[in-house]
């Protein structure tokens, strides 16, 4: 993976302060439903293993680096968590404002960039490839999730939330509807749909049959939903999987090998939920029951599975980076 940063090794900022559970097993690793147990390692806690930024999102595992790229989409860089040696520093800077990550078949970075409005790849030496930044002549809105599936499409969410103002790049008036897109293992661009509220993070079933959206705008509830995925590209028959009935919030997720969803989760906002009960990973059975809960200090905005064993889960939540060895082994 070539080092394309402009100031690697700098300081980070100001970090939040944690403190880890010292015994076993972690009480912020709770059981809603028995069949979650099997997941949980009785003598794995919750460990904070970066912090310092401002808003934390979109984590990519490097396998064969022993490493974890983050964005830190307000101070508009990339960081980078070695395994190894334990160090988190700034792996490039300026990142456009990126958002979602991750890598295609050939291990190469897929980037969301919200200030080009541009999905990029990082080649093998370090040059960038622009992928996709318009459709149909017009420019995207500000990508935000992305995912390859085994064939080598490339999919990802397009909302505007990065062009609504400058905290997350420019402001700007979105010129095309929230959509998802796909693009094709030779290079084509085309819409899978720009018929959701919001579209947010994405993942795939384990066996690809199924597509999951994060709908973040959907009313009265978010949620996400399960699509069924046509040879062609096609997405249909929209089942809602998720509810966040209430006062919670979902963003980015993961899917395991069984299926489990491992969602982002925190406060909506409602001046009645207390964001200590809400902030950290809830995860979903196939059925879209909640059958476990991992309470973060802060909110989780997307995660990832990583590790030599792809069983460390790895939480992006708003200031700092989390990690939790689990029995569950993230699907690819």
Not at 137 to 145: A, C, E, T, V, Y
């Amino acid at each position: 993976m070539a080092n394309a940063n402009a100031g690697a090794g700098s300081a980070v900022g100001p970090g939040f302060d944690f403190k880890p559970s010292q015994r076993y097993p972690d009480p912020a690793v709770q059981i809603l439903d028995p069949s979650f147990a099997k997941y949980r390692i009785y003598s794995s806690t919750v460990e904070q293993v970066g912090t310092g930024m401002r808003w934390a999102e979109g984590p990519v595992y490097f396998g064969d680096a022993r490493c974890l790229l983050v964005s830190d989409i307000p101070n508009n860089r990339i960081m980078r968590y070695d395994e190894v040696t334990g160090s988190f520093t700034v792996w490039r800077q300026p990142s456009n404002f990126s958002n979602g990550m991750c890598r295609d078949r050939q291990g190469r970075l897929l980037t969301c960039e919200h200030l080009t409005r541009r999905v990029t790849r990082t080649e093998y030496n370090g040059k960038i490839t622009v992928l996709a930044d318009k459709f149909n002549g017009k420019p995207l809105n500000s990508p935000n999730d992305i995912v390859c599936k085994s064939d080598g499409s490339i999919w990802f969410t397009d909302p505007p939330f990065g062009i609504g103002g400058h905290w997350e790049g420019d402001k700007a008036a979105p010129e095309l509807p929230h959509s998802v897109y796909r693009i094709s293992p030779d290079g084509k661009l085309s819409l899978v749909t720009d018929k959701l509220a919001g579209p947010n993070g994405l993942a795939f079933s384990p066996d690809e049959k199924k597509l999951y959206i994060a709908e973040s705008r959907a009313t009265p509830n978010r949620v996400i939903a399960a699509f069924d995925v046509g040879a062609d590209g096609s997405i249909s028959n929209r089942t809602v999987v998720v509810d966040a009935n209430g006062p919670g919030s979902i963003d980015g997720f993961r899917v395991d090998t069984d299926g489990n969803l491992w969602c982002g989760w925190g406060s909506n906002g409602s001046p009645t939920a207390k964001a200590e009960d809400l902030d950290g990973v809830m995860v979903f059975n196939p059925a879209g029951k909640a059958i476990g809960f991992i309470r973060l200090p802060e909110r989780c905005a997307n995660l990832t599975f990583g590790g030599p064993k792809n069983n460390r889960l790895y939480m992006a939540s708003c200031h700092s980076l989390y990690a939790l060895y689990v029995e569950a082994v993230g699907a690819v």
